[in-house]
């Protein structure tokens, strides 16, 4: 969920370590640092749909659970899964062999 900075406000005791404090997109430099940790987001199964999952860099769909990148490298590997475009997740983890 993205809000204005106006109506945020800090949750007392929870770190903001991970939290990206801007927006990535697709004209950002490619020498900009790579996420280090990622969400999976499961979808209800749906006939016919050709994804199960998708892998994001953290903060852009709620989860509960972080991924390290070898985590995401192999989650991305397993058949339908894929990288979400919203945050860049496909464009950082096609980067994987700079």
Same mark, same amino acid.
């Given at each position: 969920m993205w809000v204005p900075h106006a109506q945020a406000r800090p949750v007392p005791a929870v770190s903001y370590e991970h939290v990206p404090t801007r927006r990535l997109s697709g004209a950002d430099d490619l020498t900009q640092e790579r996420p280090s940790l990622w969400t999976l987001q499961h979808l209800p199964q749906r006939p016919g749909h050709p994804v199960s999952a998708v892998l994001h860099v953290v903060g852009c769909t709620p989860s509960d659970r972080t991924l390290? #990148? =070898? =985590?995401?490298?192999? @989650?991305? #590997?397993?058949? #339908?899964? @894929?990288? *979400?475009? =919203? *945050?860049?997740? @496909? #464009?950082?983890?096609n980067d994987k062999h700079q």
């Amino acid at each position: 969920m993205w809000v204005p900075h106006a109506q945020a406000r800090p949750v007392p005791a929870v770190s903001y370590e991970h939290v990206p404090t801007r927006r990535l997109s697709g004209a950002d430099d490619l020498t900009q640092e790579r996420p280090s940790l990622w969400t999976l987001q499961h979808l209800p199964q749906r006939p016919g749909h050709p994804v199960s999952a998708v892998l994001h860099v953290v903060g852009c769909t709620p989860s509960d659970r972080t991924l390290t #990148r =070898e =985590e995401a490298l192999g @989650a991305i #590997r397993q058949p #339908r899964v @894929a990288a *979400c475009i =919203e *945050c860049d997740a @496909a #464009r950082f983890i096609n980067d994987k062999h700079q």
